[in-house]
């Protein structure tokens, strides 16, 4: 590459910043360099200085100070991805932000209108979006093989106890704030980022030590759209696959390493028609409705390169997107707006749980209810 890559500095040398944008900006260095880092912790300075070659400073705003930077990786704590977003954009900066982007669509709303007065580009770190066994399962639905498409279950559940800082409502924590921007970003990006969904939503606290919940049920559905079925639950010890689709002409079932698929032509289908009379077998005796479908079958698996993993593949898409984004003026394909809808579909089900989120007091008085 010709061009100079691109200056970035990472708030936060945590889990995030370090372990998934660190780790991955470094194997691109011809798009991105690592500028500076800013962190509270020397140790982790320190460490940031020797891994990258770069600067440090103690806090973010130090380092907005002091670095001419072309990009600023948010991977504050959760609950700061708002305020620290908001103020970047309007001291100037690009900002590639870490989920969850805010709490509140009215949130989100402020950070669009900052984006818009500053001309920066404020973009999400929703890398499931690229997940290649989603990618896979966009391709067979637009394919149109397994007709329209009925029910689709998104399943992100297994058994863990937590006690760490994202099980507390006031630093945005919970499961449906964690884990459940990946799988609800898929899933309105299936139902039709046109339309709000019409939404159920069924939260528990099971194994959490804190006072968020760590079971969601979550119904999507609406007039003419599939109705997807979303868990993530941390007390199921035997969890469902990762993808089940129902068709009207076949289905689809798989984790994120294989999919498989089964479906039938409806023009080699036996031609039907209604009986509203007893249903007789070829002996005039009762039966069942009985046929025989001819099925065809396909299936994919992950395909990775020795040492790369599908969520380094993931990252590095979403960073590749927002390089044409900067330097070409290419569209986000990950835009604000996009995760407005997020943010509506959370607070309604927050709504809809009034046990777990009292909205009318501070999320920090219902630590009485653990």
Known sequence: ???EPLKVGIIGQGRSGRDIHGNLLVRIPGYYRIAAVADALAERRERAEKEYGCRSYESWEAMADNEQLDLIVNASPSDQHYSVSLELLNRGFHVLCEKPLAKTPEEVDRLIAASQRSGKILAVFQNSRYQPAFVQIRKVIASGVLGRIVQIDLTSSNFARRWDWQTLQSNNGGNLMNTGPHPLDQALQLFGGDT??????IM??????G??????????????RPTIDIEISSCSNFPGEAFVIQGTHGGLHGDTRRLEWKYYRPEEAPPQQLVRGPLLDSNGMPAYCSEQLKWHQDAWDLNMEVGRSAFDHMTEQVYRMLYRTLTEGAPLEITPLQVRMQMEVMEECRRQNPHIYRLDSNPADTADLV
């Open 211 to 224: 006072d968020a919940e760590d079971y969601v049920k979550l119904l999507l559905h609406g007039h003419g």
């Open 1 to 3: 590459m010709n061009r």
């Open 204 to 209: 528990d606290r099971a194994n959490t030590f």
């Open 196 to 201: 709000t969904p019409n939404v159920t939503c």
